[in-house]
């Protein structure tokens, strides 16, 4: 018989916050459910979780999750109950196999994969979704909660069926854990641009930009969350070789859900998402 959940560590990476709406969501979903709940930020993933259950939160980058996920996981010894979060800004099935390399260790690490959640949330790379678009995205996820919430709490499975498609393409596009500290060195500032405000600085994940002698450098361990240059208040910073994917500046998600419209790309994948279809 499944044991019921009573604390639950939801432990979550974010680059542009996204994820993090859908995990605090998550957060008062639990505790409204009677949950003990202990939240934390994944800040370099050296970080060990004491409680035993644990929903891992995450955005998918390149169809896999973000490198510091996986050293998050490989840290883990625990043996409980693992669910997975994920928001990504297309509802394609390509994405379905992100979390296979953290299962796989996790399991090694003796824990039990229960499943995971997924939600469209808007793309803060590759192109801008409208703000009605992002408010339909945030809407749906808002509806969506409560149900992870419920199972969580109950201990049920929520299953992940990745087609073959989505294994070789993941499985391929791996390489971008190799491809982001290498193209993070190509960054740059554009002085015109630039007010010194540093925000970038503060703000990187990885502690991966500094500020020294007048001028911004780039380390080598960048994760490609775009932190930097998606809260750029002056959009000043360029990201490399993906430079042409950058989108700058956060979302308004308070605008009409009901007056969103869909564009021609994907159109069919955001529909079946928005009416809840699993095929
Ligand atoms: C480097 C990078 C790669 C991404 N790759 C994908 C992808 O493969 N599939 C997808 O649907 N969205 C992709 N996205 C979009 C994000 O997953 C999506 O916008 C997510 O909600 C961002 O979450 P965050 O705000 O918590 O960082 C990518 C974003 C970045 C920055």
Known sequence: MEQTAKRIGIWVFSGTGNTLKCAKALETALIERGVSVGFH????????????????????????????????????????????????????????????????????????????????????????????????????????????????????????????????????????????PKNGRLFRVDPKKCVRCKKCVKNCPTKNITFENGKFRFGKSCIGCVRCSFNCPTDAIHIGLIDFMRVNGPYDFTRDPASATLGRYCRKSYERYFAGRQD
């Open 41 to 180: 930020e994944i800040a370099d993933g050296s970080e060990r979780a004491e409680e035993r259950d644990l929903v891992i939160c995450y955005p998918v980058y390149g169809f896999n999750l973000p490198r510091i996920l996986k050293t998050f996981c490989r840290n883990l010894r625990g043996g409980g109950n693992v669910w997975f979060l994920k928001t990504s800004g297309e509802p394609l099935r390509l994405n379905d196999n992100s979390s296979a390399e953290p299962i796989r260790i996790l399991r090694k690490n003796g824990y039990c994969i229960k499943g995971e959640f997924h939600y469209i949330m808007p793309y803060n790379m590759v192109f801008r979704h409208t703000d009605e678009l992002a408010s339909r995205m945030w809407e749906t996820a808002q509806k969506r909660i409560p149900d992870a919430a419920e199972r969580i709490t109950n201990g049920e499975d929520a299953p992940i069926a990745a087609p073959l498609s989505a294994k070789i393409v993941s499985a391929l596009c791996r390489i971008e854990h190799w491809f982001y």
